[in-house]
């Protein structure tokens, strides 16, 4: 007899409403640092539809129910985030994912995102404007 499945990270942090939960608190730090704040803040005017949104992201992510359909990287790429942005997000990341779920959910968790991150970095750096670019955009708009 073989032993069963394990089960997926989506199951085992408990579904959807965990995953929720665990979201509202990350964002709610996230609108307040001082770092990333601003910048989220001035790209999303409605946090629960974002969160949503979000939560179909970590859905699929996580081996749940494949939610999320969109072009996620390329809307991080004209934020113009550098890397203290990046550890800034990660920092909370980790923070709120230990603190909202069991030891092995929230390492898993956290090393899903660090991946993320990494291939993310790597897309902003390939597809940021050069200062060349920006000055050109600046002068002819």
Not at 29 to 52: E, L, M, T
Not at 66 to 91: C, N, R, T
């Amino acid at each position: 007899m073989s032993d069963p499945l394990p089960s997926s990270l989506f199951d085992r942090i408990g579904g959807r409403e965990p995953l929720l939960k665990l979201l509202r608190y990350f964002y709610a730090d996230v609108r307040q640092h001082r770092q990333i704040g601003p910048i989220f803040n001035a790209h999303i005017s409605d946090w629960p539809a974002h969160i949503a949104k979000i939560a179909d992201f970590w859905s699929g992510v996580t081996g749940g129910p494949i939610l999320y359909s969109g072009p996620m990287p390329w809307k991080h790429v004209p934020l113009e985030l550098q890397e203290p942005h990046f550890q800034a997000w990660l920092d909370l990341w980790r923070r709120h994912c230990r603190a909202h779920l069991s030891e092995n959910e929230a390492a898993e968790l956290i090393q899903r995102a660090e991946l993320i991150g990494e291939r993310l970095r790597e897309i902003v750096a390939n597809f940021r404007p050069s200062a060349d670019a920006k000055a050109t955009n600046v002068a002819n708009p």
